[in-house]
């Protein structure tokens, strides 16, 4: 696996980067998200009692009267706090099959250059190992977009359901007021 990651160049470097970075937001998130979820989840009179961390600003501006915009600017800051991070994942899902048709590219240039620098005595198979070497990059920006790209999606549609269940939440308070 190592002889085949330094096979595939200089740009293997950067995917590999991407990919920690994109497993530990990934990772991140996802524990983040199920614990806001646990603790949207309860009933408002269990709320009021424990007090979420991302429910105590709600809560004050509650009991301070503020109106339903007030809070629902309340509510979209907390939301945006959640989708930091989100924006790196997606980034990251675009970002890795250039890296790697980049590599692909440069790897068949140099082929070219083989080519060139025979002249009419190419041997097939240095040819072939350089394109072979240089396609490594391609599969290895694939194989890393594609499942940061679902990761990316698994995400968004938590935060969806984290906001719904905030809004859900935030108004089941209000009303008690």
Not at 22 to 47: E, G, N
Not at 52 to 57: C, D, G, R, V
Not at 140 to 166: M, N, T
Request: with cysteine; hydrophobic share 55%; proline share 4%.
């Amino acid at each position: 696996m190592i002889a085949l990651f330094l096979k595939g160049g200089v740009l293997m470097w950067p995917i590999l980067l991407c990919s920690v970075v994109a497993l530990a937001i990934a990772l991140s998130k996802t524990l983040q998200y199920r614990a806001v979820l646990s603790s949207l989840c309860r009933a408002p009179a269990a709320l009021l009692d424990e007090q979420p961390p991302m429910l105590a600003a709600l809560l004050d501006g509650i009991a301070r009267g503020l109106d339903d915009r007030e809070l629902s600017l309340i509510g979209t800051r907390h939301i945006r706090e959640l989708e930091k991070g989100l924006g790196v994942l997606s980034l990251i899902s675009v970002i890795t099959p250039l890296l790697g048709l980049t590599g692909t590219v440069t790897g068949m240039i140099r082929a070219f250059q083989i080519i060139a620098g025979a002249g009419s005595q190419v041997n097939p198979g240095l040819l072939a190992g350089g394109i072979w070497e240089a396609l490594l990059t391609t599969a290895a920006g694939l194989f890393v977009a594609i499942p940061v790209h679902i990761a990316h999606h698994f995400l968004e549609e938590r935060l969806d359901e984290i906001a719904l269940s905030l809004q859900e939440t935030a108004v089941a308070l209000a009303e008690g007021r």
